[in-house]
């Protein structure tokens, strides 16, 4: 299930019901993938993430590139490096 898609170029931006948020090439190949995990008691990191928004794309460092951020039920807003998908912060509901 994918809520919402936003695309920059050649670049396809969108995430799942699976924790999984995607960049594409529109022809198809996968340029990165992050995997949304949330901290549970210890060190334990578990999969959590049904993203429910279309991504917003916005130049959010200093590389020139557009960012993405998208909300993800129960958990906030996170946003995403849009070249490399690392995380660049993520704002948790409390």
């Known amino acids: 299930d ?3 898609v936003a695309v920059n170029g050649n670049k396809l931006f969108f995430g799942d019901d699976n924790a999984f948020f995607y960049c594409y090439e529109l022809s198809g190949k996968k340029i990165w993938e992050y995997q949304i995990t ?3 008691s210890g060190n334990e990191l578990t999969l959590r993430g049904n993203i429910e928004s ?3 794309l916005a130049k959010l460092n200093d ?3 557009l960012d ?3 909300t ?3 958990l906030g807003v996170i946003a ?3 070249k490399t998908g690392e995380e660049l912060w993520r704002q948790e509901l409390t």
């Open 72 to 74: 993800v039920r129960g």
């Open 80 to 82: 995403l490096n849009g």
């Open 2 to 4: 994918v809520n919402g």
């Open 54 to 56: 279309c991504p917003v």
């Open 38 to 40: 949330r901290p549970q």
């Open 68 to 70: 993405v951020a998208f």
């Open 63 to 65: 590389d020139n590139e």
